[in-house]
């Protein structure tokens, strides 16, 4: 389910750039070095604000580490985040990758729970499980909170009928973001910052849950497969009210935390998630449609779809990772994002829009109109 938050470069700008790219590539490369090549599907672009988190309260500057040519990056060198923050980011990936497997497995869905596959799968679930146990421990993190999380949520989904609350439902998933984000307090030295990340942790999962659900309820209603709104009766409304909420809660538990440089940490948690919400309920409630009401760059709307592409290398973007899911065809295992990079059409910067559907990606001052599916006006 972890994936939501999709930073455009045009937004972000060129430092916070390059910092969110060093924290995705950091995490790549760590989940490579101590739990091998296969490690790195894991990969996935909400694992690094654990990075993030503990980076951006540790005292001193950033630690980076050289890293060599790589496709992703279009065969460019980078200085990537190295030390204990991308390596928690890299075992809570791992753990929660491991767990999705899991899913797949028992539920006997996706191309992971195929006959010929589940097997393997679950083999693979199993290893990364042990790793990233050992990996924790070495970090000092007990990421049993999270694995008993997890195992907890098909009881719950289980008993949960139409009338349960869905705060029900998302408890687990809660609870394990709330442990991860606390934990970059203590390995940062900042003790006194783990209650208010436990609580934007814990806000964070619930967010994830609902989006994952909503993203997912059409499909989820034509396979007959389970989604907590169908299964509870709630509707859209409702689950917009508690992501709404819980993006208020967040930005509050953020400004009572103590941070060396809060920059990336609130453009993340705060900005980007919000577009990550309003984003998915728009398409879920049928309100992101291209404008037709003279917009300048209304008409590269219809054709916008074809100049999609999942290779980062582009110009435009630069930021890595999507391009896992075509090389694996594990679309949805961790959340990995194919990129969508098409000429902006909203504004004079002759650069690629790399915004997977979202508004307002391409300069201060351009229309929010600029992409195909948003919900805005200009």
Not at 93 to 112: E, F, M, N, T
Not at 280 to 294: C, L, Y
Not at 307 to 332: D, E, F, I, K, W
Request: hydrophobic share 45%; glycine share 10%; with cysteine.
């Amino acid at each position: 389910m972890f994936g939501i938050i999709r930073p455009c470069r045009h937004r972000l700008g060129g430092e916070l750039v390059a910092a969110w790219q060093a924290h995705l590539c950091g995490m790549c490369l760590s989940l490579r070095d101590d739990h091998g090549q296969a490690a790195r599907l894991a990969t996935n672009y909400d694992g690094l604000v654990i990075s993030v988190l503990a980076e951006a309260q540790a005292d001193g500057g950033p630690q980076r580490r050289a890293a060599g040519r790589c496709a992703l990056r279009g065969m460019r060198k980078a200085d990537v985040a190295a030390g204990d923050c991308a390596r928690l980011a890299a075992t809570v990936s791992l753990v929660l990758a491991a767990a999705k497997i899991r899913d797949h497995v028992d539920d006997g869905d996706g191309a992971l729970g195929r006959p010929g596959v589940r097997g393997a799968a679950a083999a693979l679930a199993t290893r990364w499980a042990a790793a990233s146990a050992r990996s924790g421990e070495r970090l000092g993190f007990e990421v049993g909170v999270l694995t008993g999380a997890v195992s907890r949520q098909a009881a719950i989904e289980a008993a949960a009928g139409p009338g349960t609350a869905l705060l029900t439902v998302t408890e687990p998933t809660e609870i394990a973001t709330a442990a991860a984000f606390a934990h970059t307090a203590v390995l940062a030295g900042k003790p006194a910052n783990a209650g208010p990340l436990r609580e934007a942790g814990r806000l964070f999962g619930r967010i994830a849950h609902l989006v994952d659900a909503v993203e997912d309820l059409a499909a989820d209603q034509r396979s007959g497969a389970w989604n907590p709104l169908h299964a509870t009766g709630a509707d859209l409304a409702e689950a917009r009210r508690l992501c709404d909420d819980a993006l208020l809660g967040i930005k509050l538990a953020l400004a009572e935390a103590e941070f060396r440089d809060a920059r990336l940490v609130h453009t993340l948690l705060v900005h980007e998630l919000a577009r990550s919400v309003h984003r998915v309920f728009a398409r879920a409630a049928g309100t992101a449609a291209p404008h037709a009401h003279g917009c300048a760059h209304a008409q590269d709307h219809a054709h916008a779809q074809d100049h999609a592409q999942v290779s980062a290398a582009l110009a435009g973007c630069g930021l890595p990772a999507a391009g896992l899911t075509a090389l694996t065809g594990l679309t949805g295992l961790t959340g990995l994002i194919s990129l969508r990079h098409r000429r902006c059409g909203c504004c004079e910067c002759g650069e690629d829009c790399c915004c997977d559907l979202s508004c307002d990606c391409c300069c201060e001052g351009c229309c929010d109109a600029c992409c195909s599916s948003c919900d805005c006006s200009c």
